[in-house]
């Protein structure tokens, strides 16, 4: 799946990551390919989200980001992400509005 077949409640996955650090905008972008349907690709940015969430430090750490980034900000930042993602896939597909691009 290409990012233009997201829906715009779902494309705000990647804007609310950019939010926290333009590398996780970039991981999400490029992991829609890897996916089939906006479902599945949802439920798969969701694991790695979490992932972060439980261990920020080390993510930012990969990436050598760590001084440059402020953790408390960054905490935030990524449980609104989570909580966003949630409440995506909560949310019907036929009410997560019109994709820029139909399959």
């Given at each position: 799946m290409d990012t233009d077949y997201l829906t715009p409640m779902a494309r705000d996955c990647i804007r609310l990551a950019d939010d926290a650090v333009h590398t996780l905008s970039s991981?999400?972008?490029?992991?829609?390919?890897?996916?089939?349907?906006?479902?599945?690709?949802?439920?798969?940015?969701?694991?790695?989200?979490?992932?972060?969430?439980?261990?920020?430090?080390?993510?930012?750490?990969?990436?050598?980001m760590i001084e440059e980034v402020d953790m408390e900000p960054f905490r935030q930042k990524i449980r609104v992400l989570r909580n966003h993602i949630e409440k995506t896939i909560k949310t019907p597909i036929a009410e997560r509005g019109e994709p820029e691009f139909k399959l």
């Open positions: 991981e999400l972008g490029a992991a829609c390919s890897q996916y089939r349907s906006e479902d599945a690709y949802l439920q798969g940015i969701l694991s790695d989200v979490k992932e972060i969430e439980e261990d920020p430090e080390d993510y930012l750490d990969w990436w050598n």
